[in-house]
C-alpha cells in the first residue's frame, strides 16, 4: 500500500500562486507515474498535470498549460504542483495520485491510478 497525503492548498486572489505537495509512504520501492487530478462539486474528477517516475515526462491539461508546474523528488518521494496566474476556475479540490507502471511513463487517465491522496482545497477569489 502506497499512502498519499497532499498538502499547500488554501485561499488565493486570482493572479496568485500556490504550491501543492504531495508526499508518498508506505510501498513506494516500485516505480509510480504521479499525478495531480482537481474536482468541483457535480462535475468528474478532471486531469490537470502527470510526471513520469523518472521525472524525464509529463504532461499537462490544455487549461493549465504555461501556467502550472510539475516536478518531484523521488528522494523525498514528494511530487510539487506549482500552480501560477491562478484564476477563478481553478477553484476545486486537487488530488495528487500514484500509478505503477514503467519508470518512462506518464499516465493521464484518472482510472488508470492505484493510490489517491485525501485532496486538498485550493480556492481561488476574483
Known amino acids: 500500500q502506497v499512502q498519499l497525503v497532499e498538502s499547500g492548498g488554501g485561499l488565493v486572489q486570482a493572479g496568485g500562486s500556490l504550491r501543492l505537495s504531495c508526499a508518498a509512504s508506505?510501498?513506494?520501492?516500485?516505480?509510480?507515474?504521479r499525478g495531480w487530478f482537481r474536482q468541483t462539486p457535480g462535475k468528474e474528477r478532471e486531469f490537470v498535470a502527470a510526471?513520469?517516475?523518472?521525472?524525464?515526462?509529463?504532461s499537462y491539461a490544455d487549461s493549465v498549460k504555461g501556467r502550472f508546474t510539475i516536478s518531484s523528488d523521488n528522494a523525498k518521494k514528494t511530487v510539487y504542483l506549482q500552480m501560477n496566474t491562478l484564476k477563478p476556475e481553478d477553484t476545486a479540490v486537487y488530488y495528487c495520485?500514484?500509478?505503477?507502471?514503467?519508470?518512462?511513463?506518464?499516465?493521464?487517465?484518472?482510472?488508470?491510478?492505484?493510490?489517491w491522496g485525501q485532496g486538498t482545497q485550493v480556492t481561488i477569489s476574483s
Open positions: 495520485a500514484a500509478a505503477r507502471t514503467v519508470d518512462w511513463r506518464v499516465v493521464t487517465t484518472s482510472s488508470e491510478y492505484d493510490y
Open positions: 508506505g510501498r513506494t520501492g516500485s516505480s509510480y507515474a
Open positions: 510526471i513520469s517516475w523518472s521525472g524525464g515526462r509529463t
